[in-house]
């Protein structure tokens, strides 16, 4: 897999936090929501974005 950059951690900490309620285990609905969130014009930076705010929910949840 590999280390995530901090702009991927930081970003999706960032709009995990302040819209919690819009995401959920499902990486192609983050993929929506993020999409309507914040603007992003890269669509890699997006799809990481989102992977790894499904990747804290799903963590958090088995904990």
Do not use: C, W
């Not at 995990?16 to 285990?25: A, G, I, T, V």
């Not at 609905?29 to 309507?36: G, H, I, M, Y």
């Amino acid at each position: 897999m590999g280390i995530k950059p901090s702009y991927i951690k930081t970003l999706g900490l960032e709009v995990l936090s302040k819209n919690r309620d819009r995401f959920s285990s499902n990486y192609d609905e983050n993929k929506q929501a993020l999409t309507s969130v914040a603007s992003i014009e890269s669509k890699r930076v997006r799809n990481r974005i989102a992977g790894f705010i499904t990747r804290k929910i799903n963590t958090k949840r088995h904990q």
